[in-house]
């Protein structure tokens, strides 16, 4: 038999950008439930949460535990390794050049969402339920979602967060279509242990005719997590060798940079795609993270964006929607100030992306140009890094709260 439960918001999806929503919601004194699996802690992958992240979770109280094993990303370096006639120049963008200790914080995924969870069940267990199964079914009315578990119960919210990934079914029941492209790429990533030489906090991204190789530091001063983003048939290639000849294969690929490698986690291949919601909210719904926008992990831009949907969000909550938290302009005023953000993300990121992997001088010189120009001008290099790193409403907030920090530390 079917029982109805009321909360404020219902946050579909328990992924990271879940977890974080709706710690966000119920820091607004919103009653909230949290639908969606438990996580299985078998996430390969790390996220560099650059720029505004870092106040951002400070500020939900978030920063201290996740930081705790993350290595501080202080130099980015580009390397052209495209064999192609017209080389860019190798470009190192420092960020103390733009007064910031560092862009921002490398995390092992498991870990970030494991303190999450936890942050979850301490903080905030009075106001958000978790409901550890998946939702069925989504039903957007004008007074109200109602979200149907697979076990038979019933949510009822004032407004329902789609966090709930590429097939999100919230998304689906607010009938928003998506533009969905595909690459001819997949990224494998790995952790790596490279004992003779330390990262120094360098991120380093060569730049390959099947798009980026880049190593990021990792848990501690030597070692670092790799995403390779090659033909799928490669990706394939690498996962299936012997640990012993992936070291030497992937050190090749590294030019050697760090010395020889030690492989020190089970390879895991992602697909790349791109997609991108037509508009980021419907009748009680508000659309976030990879519900709304999905790219290649380049520049790591996907997660940062998402948390600067939800922080958007709030803004707009405690703004406009004390009375009503999905009330039709709360969601609308969402959807109107997230576009610019993530379509120029999107765009930013496809164009990166095309111009390593197409065999059309265009792009490609465009891109030699550009990095040639950053190199001798520094005006321009410092626009780029601060370009990459945030929305350009927020740097001012990203440089006092990464500052601090490290001056505490
Ligand atoms: C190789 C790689 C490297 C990356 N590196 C970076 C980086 O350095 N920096 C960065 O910012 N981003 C990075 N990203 C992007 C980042 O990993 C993603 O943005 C992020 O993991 C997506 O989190 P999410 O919570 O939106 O989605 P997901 O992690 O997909 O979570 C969706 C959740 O919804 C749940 N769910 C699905 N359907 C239902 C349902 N019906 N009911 C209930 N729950 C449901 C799922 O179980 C899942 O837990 C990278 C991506 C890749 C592929």
């Not at 999100?168 to 001819?184: D, F, H, L, Q, T």
């Not at 000849?245 to 050697?256: F, M, N, Q, V």
């Not at 010395?259 to 895991?268: H, L, R, W």
């Not at 919601?277 to 508000?286: M, S």
Request: hydrophobic letters at 40%; charged letters at 20%.
């Amino acid at each position: 038999m079917s029982h109805e439960r009321k909360v404020d918001v219902a946050v579909v999806g328990s992924g990271p950008a879940g977890h974080v929503a709706a710690i966000q919601m119920a820091k607004l004194g919103l009653s909230c439930v949290l639908i969606g699996p438990e996580h299985g802690g078998e996430d390969g992958r790390t996220t560099a949460l650059l720029g505004s992240s870092v106040p951002y979770l400070q500020s939900l109280g978030l920063w201290d535990g996740i930081a705790a094993e993350g290595q501080a990303l202080k130099i980015m370096r580009l390397i052209d390794d495209t064999g192609r006639l017209f080389k860019a120049p190798t470009t190192e963008f420092d960020s103390s050049e733009i007064d910031l200790e560092a862009f921002g914080y490398n995390i092992d995924n498991n870990r970030l969402v494991a303190t999450l969870h936890a942050a979850l069940e301490v903080q905030d267990q009075e106001r958000v339920i978790q409901d550890k199964q998946l939702a069925r079914s989504v039903r957007l009315e004008s007074d109200g979602a109602m979200i149907e578990m697979e076990d038979g119960s019933v949510w009822q919210a004032r407004l329902a967060i789609a966090a709930d990934g590429r097939k999100s079914i919230v998304r689906e029941a607010a009938g928003v279509e998506m533009r969905k492209w595909a690459y001819p790429q997949t990224a494998m990533v790995v952790n790596l242990h490279h004992p003779s030489t330390p990262h120094n906090n360098i991120s380093t991204e060569f730049h390959t005719k099947t798009g980026p190789f880049t190593l990021v530091p990792y848990r501690d001063g030597f070692t670092s997590s790799l995403v390779c983003v090659v033909k799928p048939e490669d990706a394939e290639r690498l996962k299936g060798m012997d640990r012993h000849l992936l070291a030497l294969e992937l050190e090749r690929r590294a030019h050697s940079i760090y010395g020889a490698f030690e492989v020190i986690s089970d390879p895991q291949s992602f697909p790349l795609s791109g997609m991108v919601a037509k508009q980021f909210y419907g009748p009680r719904a508000a659309l976030i993270a990879e519900s709304a926008h999905a790219f290649p992990p380049i520049g790591a831009q996907g997660l940062n964006l998402s948390l600067r949907d939800i922080s958007s969000l709030a803004d707009v909550i405690r703004e406009d929607g004390a009375g009503d938290p999905g009330a039709d302009d709360v969601v609308q005023t969402y959807g109107q100030l997230r576009r610019s953000d993530i379509w120029s993300r999107t765009a930013g990121v496809h164009m990166l992306n095309m111009s390593l992997i197409s065999a059309l001088p265009f792009g490609q010189g465009a891109r030699t140009a550009g990095l040639a120009l950053a190199n001798m001008v520094p005006s321009l290099r410092k626009l780029m890094m601060k370009a990459g790193l945030d929305a350009p409403t927020k740097i001012g907030w990203t440089a006092d709260a990464i500052n601090k920090r490290e001056k505490h530390s």
